[in-house]
């Protein structure tokens, strides 16, 4: 692909002239029509050493609002950004809906400097290329649009380029030892760059490849491109609002929906007595307190999941699991309805905000289900975006796991006979009364379309990487004891997978 690009090609100054104007208030317009119709935009830089991307980022930044556009400089990870997953760090500077985020240098560091500086394992740059294009694919289903250059310059032009910055006082400081090194290396980043441009260029976030010998070409050929993405963005979101979403029609078959489900046969009746639970929670809790101390030696993430009905005993089961906990290893988030700058992001933006690093324990208290349960069954959300989020939910914990992550998911069942027994008392008791909402009350109504959700929700997203447990609730004892005893052994079972080897991050090179 590279090696065909015609890298002669250039502007003369008269057409440059004629035609750029034209281009910046095109853009400056385009920029305003987004901001109005909430369409994020994001602008990747990748390219050689010296191949014009500070140029082009400056002159972009220059003709656009900056109370909408924000450039962020990628530089080699942090190590706090080392001990999570490495596209949490992007996940965080991801525009707002209508705003700008300008990238120079981007996710794209894994599969190109870590990649050949051997910055990470063959297996992490390998499995890097689906993760960024399920997460390219996530934000552009969501009304991202995701604009990517590739400056190419020859190694001929860089040497001499390099060259001549060295040359000038003011730019002697641009050339590096590392820049030499990375220019002795062009024909092994060349090869990575032809990988990733070809495993990585889709329908939804394609690449542009720009030629960047002569600086008035590459700079029409950006602005004419990024123009050109943004309205096709803002024609998609206009179709999109004025033909409304087109779902299939299930086909419905009475004998089939009269089957019992994965919820019908759970055992209710199942109790444990208050000896045994006394026993039991404390060996667990003791065991737990211990198992959180290994993870942070071994740098082992644990992400802890609660679903269940209203009143199931989430709150409750919660605190028994942290009784014994160092707070300084974990931490709890409760998730609520999104409000504020949660809900100008794609919905799985909060929730990667919360990702604990290599050896902390995240509990979330309601979780990335509310999409498949809550927003679905209230219309929050529209029927093409529930289901579509089976398929990112999977892909998101399958991104956790990659990185090493355990994730424990509870769904605390029971009935509805249970659940009335407990809004009375709740109703009756004056310190629990606050517990009991109106919304409670509605939720129960709605209790049938919550069950098929949830069916749904067990079916399309528990894997052999992050499965369900389905706790039964209806005896608070018993689902607190099989919690804590479900996490214990998955924390044991990744830890015996590491059999001795400490991760210890170090700073990553220049990426």
């Known amino acids: 692909m590279l090696e065909n690009v ?70 080699a990870p942090l190590e706090d950004e080392l001990l999570r997953p490495f596209l949490w760090r992007f996940w965080l500077k991801l525009p707002e809906q ?18 050949i500086d051997k910055l990470c394992t063959k297996k992490e740059w390998r499995q890097a290329y689906e993760e960024i294009n399920q997460f390219e694919r996530q934000l552009t289903d969501d009304g991202m649009v995701i604009v990517k250059f590739w400056l190419h310059i020859s190694k001929k032009e860089q040497k001499k380029r390099f060259r001549k910055c060295e040359k000038d006082p003011l730019l002697r400081w641009k050339v590096t030892d590392e820049d030499w090194k990375h220019h002795k290396q062009y024909d092994d980043y060349l090869q990575a760059a032809e990988e990733m441009l070809e495993r990585t260029s889709t329908s939804n976030a394609p690449w542009t490849v720009v030629e960047s010998t002569d600086k008035r070409y590459r700079r029409m050929k950006i ?88 009143a199931s005993g989430k709150g409750g089961n919660i605190r028994r699991m942290t009784t014994h ?99 009375e008392n709740r109703q009756d008791n004056e310190y629990k009364r606050y517990k009991l909402t109106d919304e409670d009350w509605r939720n129960r109504e709605k209790w049938n379309l919550y069950r098929e959700a949830v069916v749904d929700m067990l079916r399309y997203t528990s894997t052999t990487y992050a499965p369900w447990t389905i706790v039964e609730g209806n005896c608070k004892r018993w689902a607190r004891v099989k919690t804590l005893r479900t996490l214990c052994d998955a924390i044991e079972r990744a830890l015996k997978q590491k059999r001795g080897r400490v991760y210890v991050p170090s700073p990553g090179k220049k990426s």
């Open 325 to 423: 906990l160092d707070p300084r290893g974990y931490s709890v988030i409760p998730i609520a309805a999104p409000k504020g700058e949660e809900t100008q992001h794609h919905y799985l933006w909060r929730f990667w905000k919360h990702i604990p690093k290599a050896g902390h324990l995240a509990i979330f208290d309601r979780s990335w289900y509310g999409r498949v349960m809550v927003e679905r069954v209230e219309g929050f959300c529209t029927e093409s975006e529930w289901r579509r989020a089976y398929q990112e939910i999977r892909e998101f914990e399958q991104q956790l796991t990659n990185f090493g992550t355990v994730i424990a998911k509870f769904w605390i069942h029971i009935s509805p006979e249970e659940q009335l027994r407990r809004f």
């Open 6 to 75: 015609d890298l002669s090609k250039s502007l003369d100054k008269k057409t440059y002239k004629e035609w750029m104007p034209k281009l910046r208030q095109e853009l400056w317009d385009l920029q305003r029509q987004s901001l109005e119709a909430d369409v994020p935009i994001a602008v990747l830089f990748e390219g050689w050493d010296a191949a014009g991307k500070g140029d082009s980022i400056n002159y972009l930044a220059e003709w656009l609002d900056p109370r909408g556009a924000h450039v962020h400089p990628i530089s």
């Open 98 to 115: 209508g705003r700008m985020a300008i990238f120079d240098r981007s996710w794209y560091g894994r599969v190109l400097i870590e990649r």
């Open 223 to 310: 602005y004419q491109t990024l123009c050109e993405a943004i309205q096709e963005g803002l024609i998609k979101r206009k179709r999109r609002e004025m033909n409304g979403e087109i779902v299939p029609t299930p086909v419905e078959i009475p004998v089939l929906q009269q089957l019992p489900t994965v919820l019908e046969t759970v055992d209710l009746s199942k109790t444990l007595s208050k000896e045994d639970y006394d026993t039991q929670s404390r060996k667990y809790q003791v065991r737990l307190r211990e198992l959180e101390f290994e993870c942070y030696r071994h740098r082992l993430p644990v992400v802890i999941a609660y679903e269940g009905w209203d």
